[in-house]
């Protein structure tokens, strides 16, 4: 199983941005799929978790009213869309799979990517 994240970058606060991951080789222990963010010298923070139906995602509190997960089954991608950034949004996030949405926001996932950067700047 590997997971692939692009999207990230270099934006103004208020800004926009779409993070993708690619699940490549998806086994039943990717049946939810889910992101974290992790800023510098803070821990690794659950954002958001679904199975790949995504029909009741979960969203934590920080992420809730801004970021949604979303995804396409036949392509196996994930994404999360973020809205209104500010420049504590600044952190490495990442992909992670997990056999479900539990797990994962539990922050015990089966696998993970190795993150993409995005940085705001006010």
């Known amino acids: 199983v590997q997971l692939v994240e692009s999207g990230g970058g270099s934006v103004q606060a208020g800004a926009s941005l779409r993070l993708s991951c690619v699940v490549s080789g998806r086994t039943f222990n990717t049946a939810a799929i889910g992101w974290f963010r992790q800023a510098p010298g803070k821990e690794r923070e659950f954002l958001a978790t679904a199975t790949w139906s995504f029909v009741k995602p979960v969203y934590s509190d920080s992420a809730k009213g801004r970021f949604t997960i979303s995804g396409d089954n036949g392509r196996n991608t994930v994404f999360l869309q973020m809205t209104k950034l500010g420049p504590g949004d600044t952190a490495s996030y990442y992909c992670?799979?997990?056999?479900?949405?539990?797990?994962?926001?539990?922050?015990?996932?089966?696998?993970w990517g190795r993150g993409t950067q995005v940085t705001v700047s006010s």
């Open positions: 992670a799979a997990g056999t479900t949405p539990s797990r994962i926001r539990n922050g015990t996932p089966n696998h």
